[in-house]
């Protein structure tokens, strides 16, 4: 019973440590491309209310997005 305990938190710490790799990954590229592109412009980086808000709905309608990826596909059990 413990190897099996040991083997489910395995695949639960990879997949949060990969999940985090990656979005602190894209979070990083993200902020060097926004600051590259307001250097060429010119200006400082500046957000409106607005814009953080459409910016916030994004990012949750991707995060809805990626759950929904195992939905409707069958689940197989390891014996």
Do not use: C, H
Request: positive net charge; hydrophobic residues 40%.
């Amino acid at each position: 019973m413990k190897e099996i305990e040991k083997t489910d938190s395995s695949w639960k710490s990879k997949t949060l440590l990969i999940g985090a790799v990656v979005g602190a990954l894209t979070g990083i590229g993200t902020a060097y491309f926004l600051i590259k592109n307001a250097e060429k412009e010119g200006e400082t980086l500046s957000f409106s209310s607005g814009q953080g808000l459409k910016l916030g709905l994004l990012i949750l309608g991707t995060l809805r997005q990626v759950m929904q990826l195992d939905d409707g596909q069958p689940k197989e059990k390891a014996r």
